[in-house]
């Protein structure tokens, strides 16, 4: 019986456990809080990540172990894989947990970036803002998610408000200086990596936010062969340069029929989720079959499938479950502000189907600006 450790215990990590139970796998998550929802169906050790004692607890119980949560510090992956194998690396979760390393790695390989420049000091930030132009974007360089973090830089004289605002981290997390991309869509490659170097992706992903959260995914995006073939090449260099193991996705911003790199995700991600229902086989197992050695599973789409994420507080069950595709994942959470709770994810084997789905999910939940771009995506094709 083989037991998989998931450090982080959110709705990545249940899903996870849930797509394991049919390859007879047994989980252990752990996570800093007891209402973990991954708890709900996989035992849970509650502790700090750099608890040494949890930490040996939960290596001596598992198999091998891997992330829901990216931030996990580093040195407690690093003190982790020495006594069990971790998969995503050490190495590559590091990468991706830091703005700057990431965009400059991306940059070494040949993958374009939106303009960056690291921020250390006010002074800094005025020189940068003078070299990027306006508008632009702070981030921190770690621990920011969800457009978590973040302060919009509209004209120079924004440039005080920001400082107050994150100038602080400076010397914690650090600051990176972004050019904002004026991008026409947001796509994302979700890939999967095996311990033999197999890579697979699934078909690209088009991905719509609110306040720097994703709302709707659709796949396959419309894009030509030529801009997926780039997409995917990216995302290919990318994981053989990190040694990945796993599943990861690549966010992208199209601007120009330009793919430029905004983010690394070193784990499954909530653009793959439509995976479950949509795929011949779903994010969540791919990489389980990753980190274990096993073989990669089929990424063929099965028709096409649109997710809707529930934030706040999960809407009305019957408008989905009623639809012939539709498919309903609520995450035992309790509501809160802001907080992902759960998803919908409405599959058809044609377009217009969909788009019809979408239409009426939309209108039953009072939610027609959420289906909205997805809808006149669909239309478009
Ligand atoms: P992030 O946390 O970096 O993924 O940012 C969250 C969202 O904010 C992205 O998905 C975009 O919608 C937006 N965003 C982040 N960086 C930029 C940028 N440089 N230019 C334009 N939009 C951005």
Redesign the pocket.
């Known amino acids: 019986m083989t037991t998989v450790g998931i450090l982080g215990g959110g709705q990545l990590a249940r899903m996870m456990a849930l797509s394991g139970a049919p390859l007879g796998l047994r989980f252990l998550v752990m996570d800093t809080v007891a209402d973990a929802c991954a708890g709900q169906f996989a035992p849970l050790i509650v502790g700090d990540w750099r608890d040494e004692g949890a930490l040996a607890e939960f290596a001596s119980k598992v198999d091998v172990a891997t992330f829901d949560f990216e931030n996990v510090p580093a040195e407690s992956a690093q003190w982790l894989s020495q006594r069990v194998p971790v998969f995503p690396s050490p190495g590559a979760l590091a990468v991706a947990q830091d703005r700057l390393a990431e965009k400059t790695l991306f940059r070494e390989l040949g993958i374009p970036v939106?303009d960056f420049a690291d921020i250390t000091s006010r002074a800094d930030l005025d020189n940068a803002i003078a070299r990027l132009g306006t508008p632009c974007?702070l981030?921190t360089r770690r621990l920011?998610?969800?457009?978590k973090g973040?302060f919009r830089i509209k004209t120079a004289a924004d440039a005080a408000a920001a400082w107050d605002a994150l100038g602080a981290q400076a010397t914690t997390v650090g600051l990176i200086l972004?050019?904002?991309?004026a991008?026409e869509r947001?796509l994302s490659v979700v890939a999967v990596r095996g311990r033999d170097g197999e890579f697979r992706t699934w078909p690209l992903t088009e991905n719509w936010?609110v306040d720097?959260v994703l709302s709707a995914s659709l796949a396959p995006a419309k894009a030509d062969a030529a801009l997926a073939a780039v997409a995917f090449a990216h995302a290919r260099t990318l994981a053989e340069a990190l040694d990945y193991v796993g599943v990861f996705a690549l966010?992208l911003?199209c601007r120009d029929g330009v793919l430029l790199a905004?983010?690394l995700a070193p784990r499954v991600h909530n653009s793959g989720h439509w995976t479950i229902e949509g795929s011949e086989t779903s994010q969540f197992q791919n990489h389980l079959r990753a980190v274990l050695g096993l073989p990669l599973g089929d990424t063929r789409m099965v028709g096409t499938a649109c997710m809707l994420n529930w934030i706040g507080v999960m809407p009305e069950a019957n408008a989905v479950l009623s639809e012939a595709g539709g498919h309903w994942h609520d995450y035992g959470k309790e509501p809160r502000a802001g907080r992902k709770v759960g998803h919908a994810t409405l599959r058809a084997d044609a377009s217009h189907e969909l788009a019809a789905t979408l239409h009426r999910v939309g209108a039953a939940l009072g939610r027609a600006a959420q289906v909205a771009p997805a809808v006149e995506a669909l239309r478009n094709r």
Do not use: A, L, M, T
């Open positions: 939106p974007i981030k920011g998610y969800d457009g973040q972004e050019g904002f991309v991008f947001e936010h720097g966010e911003f905004n983010e």
